[in-house]
C-alpha cells in the first residue's frame, strides 16, 4: 500500500491494515478481540495474540472499514 497513513501488521500469514482517518472507534474491534486490539499501547494491534482466522473474522465487523486485510503470498 503506498498510503502513508495506513499502518500495516504482518503475523507472517495474513496482514492487517489500519487506516487511521477512516476509523470511527466504534470499538467493534476492541470488544471483539481485546487482546489483540490495545488502543492504549503502541503498537495498538498485537496480531500474534489471536490467530489468523479470528483476525480475519474481526477485521470484517470493522464498520468504517478502517481495519482490511490481505494475505500473503506462500513462498
Same mark, same amino acid.
Given at each position: 500500500?503506498?498510503?502513508?497513513? @495506513? =499502518? +500495516?501488521?504482518?503475523?507472517? +500469514?495474513?496482514?492487517?491494515? #489500519?487506516?487511521? +482517518?477512516?476509523? %470511527?472507534?466504534?470499538?467493534?474491534?476492541?470488544?471483539? *478481540? /481485546?487482546?489483540?486490539? $490495545?488502543?492504549?499501547? =503502541?503498537? #495498538? %494491534? &498485537? %496480531?500474534?495474540? !489471536?490467530? @489468523?482466522? &479470528?483476525?480475519?473474522?474481526?477485521? $470484517?465487523?470493522? /464498520?468504517?472499514? !478502517? *481495519?482490511?486485510?490481505?494475505? =500473503? &503470498? $506462500? +513462498?
Amino acid at each position: 500500500m503506498n498510503d502513508s497513513t @495506513t =499502518k +500495516e501488521y504482518d503475523n507472517g +500469514e495474513v496482514v492487517i491494515t #489500519w487506516q487511521a +482517518e477512516k476509523c %470511527i472507534h466504534s470499538g467493534n474491534c476492541v470488544r471483539g *478481540l /481485546p487482546q489483540v486490539f $490495545k488502543p492504549k499501547n =503502541k503498537p #495498538w %494491534i &498485537e %496480531i500474534g495474540n !489471536a490467530s @489468523t482466522d &479470528e483476525l480475519v473474522n474481526q477485521v $470484517k465487523k470493522c /464498520p468504517s472499514g !478502517a *481495519l482490511g486485510y490481505y494475505f =500473503k &503470498e $506462500k +513462498e
